[in-house]
């Protein structure tokens, strides 16, 4: 059965300062991997994906995420973060075909002044 | 802009109750789920449908039961709620043929059953 761990629950921030946030997965083959961010109050929306090819992806609002096999991660980055960014982050899997994707429990981001 | 809608966004109800939460798109997705969220916890698959007359359960086990008689409207009914049923309920869809697998939710249903 795949399986989704984002092994930090809450992360606090500078606004300013760099993020990465981690997941690993597991799944038998290349699982297709998302991130996906919910703001309070909101439903959830896709950063990023990705299926096959580069391994470090681009999504939206600056973040990108880098696909690494030999550790079964797919590690979520921004350079610098903003104070709008303080939500809750999803990694999430899902085999090819089959969009009953698997979440993780979410990573809680604070941004503090 | 969102283009899943669900309503209502916050209900409080007494334990026995009947209720249904509704989720409506305008994208023609023939998929379309139901997740329940606790706070905390991750979203957990408890129905889905992949066109209309068709619902399956997901991979948590629901009391709860769903119905698409439309394509656009995908309805999620409790029969008698309990406080075991309270959490937040996220609607979403993809689409089908040569979808990327994205799912689009609505802002959530948040239930409260006292």
């Known amino acids: 059965a795949q399986s989704v761990t984002q092994p930090d629950i809450h992360i606090t921030v500078s606004e300013g300062a760099s993020l990465e946030l981690r997941c690993n997965y597991s799944?038998?083959?290349?699982?297709?991997l998302f991130w996906y961010v919910q703001s309070p109050g909101q439903g959830l929306q896709l950063l990023l994906k990705y299926f096959s090819g580069d391994t470090l992806v681009q999504g939206i609002k600056g973040f990108e995420a880098e696909f690494k096999r030999s550790q079964s991660s797919f590690n979520l980055r921004k350079p610098s973060v903003h104070w709008s960014d303080a939500a809750e982050y999803f990694c999430t899997i899902s085999n090819f075909g089959n969009e009953k994707l698997t979440f993780g429990t979410g990573t809680r981001l604070t941004i503090i002044p | 802009e969102a283009d899943i809608y669900q309503t209502p966004r916050y209900l409080v109800i007494g334990t026995g109750k009947k209720i249904t939460l509704e989720c409506s798109q305008t994208?023609?997705?023939?998929?379309m789920y139901w997740y329940q969220q606790d706070p905390g916890m991750e979203l957990h698959l408890i129905h889905y449908s992949y066109g209309v007359n068709s619902t399956e359960k997901g991979d948590l086990s629901s009391e709860s039961t769903v119905s698409r008689i439309r394509t656009e409207h995908f309805p999620l009914t409790l029969e008698s709620a309990r406080p075991s049923h309270t959490s937040q309920y996220l609607c979403a869809s993809s689409e089908s043929q040569g979808g990327t697998g994205e799912l689009f939710f609505g802002e959530g249903s948040r239930l409260t059953v006292l």
């Open positions: 799944y038998g083959a290349t699982p297709y």
């Open positions: 994208m023609g997705h023939d998929k």
